[in-house]
């Protein structure tokens, strides 16, 4: 298994450009997380899907758009890419918890991105 | 709404030193809480986790207890070893069908030989 997988690793954009950040789960998980980590403020969710065909927004969801394609897979798009997005963007996914237990979320291993 | 505070760091420590990285939490009704660690340009790996009152997580010597009459999550580790130095995140889940997790701001360990 490889858990989950991002790419690409490292993106460097101009401003106004675009662009998709892949992600990728072969745990069979049914909920999927984009999160988006700056200095001194922690992990901070910008869209999540609870299960397939489903998405909303988190606390951060300006500037981007998501798309879960199917079960396994949850894009991130950027349509226009300003300074602002300058971060480190990580995905995650969790299964669907039975009665009594708690699932974590099981983190990829991030996508740097930078915007000049 | 949810929240989590965590220490400031960074936090440098000796090698064999005693660890204790504070959280405590603000949630609505009984949220499951985490310790997660990032190692140096890795994702995020769950460390330990808890997931009622007075139940102790624990992993790799890492320990923390579910405290609800204080709202708390402390991390302890005995004897830190070079290779724990990373970035130390608290986290809590509130449940509901979105399972979303809030985090706390993290805490940089160093811990020098």
């Known amino acids: 298994n490889a858990g989950v997988t991002q790419t690409p690793k490292f993106q460097v954009l101009k401003t106004g450009q675009s662009m998709t950040l892949q992600c990728a789960q072969d745990?069979?998980?049914?909920?999927m997380y984009w999160y988006r980590q700056d200095p001194g403020m922690g992990l901070r969710l910008i869209y999540y899907s609870a299960s397939e065909g489903t998405t909303d927004k988190g606390e951060v969801p300006n500037g981007y758009n998501v798309s879960r394609l199917n079960k396994r897979e949850f894009s991130l798009r950027l349509e226009s890419a300003a300074p602002s997005q300058t971060s480190v963007y990580f995905c995650?996914?969790?299964?669907?918890?039975?009665?009594?237990?708690?699932?974590?979320?099981?983190f990829g291993p991030g996508t740097r991105l930078t915007v000049t | 709404g949810n929240s989590v505070t965590q220490m400031e760091g960074p936090v440098t420590l000796s090698e064999e030193a005693f660890l204790t990285i504070n959280c405590t939490y603000t949630?609505?009704?009984?949220?499951?809480l985490f310790w997660y660690v990032q190692y140096p340009g890795e994702g995020l790996q769950l460390l330990l986790k808890a997931t009622k009152a007075d139940d102790k997580g624990s992993n790799k010597g890492f320990e923390a207890t579910y405290r609800k009459e204080t709202t708390s999550f402390h991390l302890e580790k005995g004897s830190v070893q070079v290779s724990d130095s990373a970035v130390y995140f608290c986290a809590l889940n509130s449940g509901g069908s979105n399972y979303k997790l809030t985090f706390g701001k993290g805490t940089l360990l160093t811990v020098n030989p």
């Open positions: 745990m069979n998980h049914n909920s």
């Open positions: 995650a996914s969790r299964g669907f918890p039975l009665a009594g237990r708690t699932y974590e979320q099981y």
């Open positions: 949630a609505t009704g009984y949220p499951s």
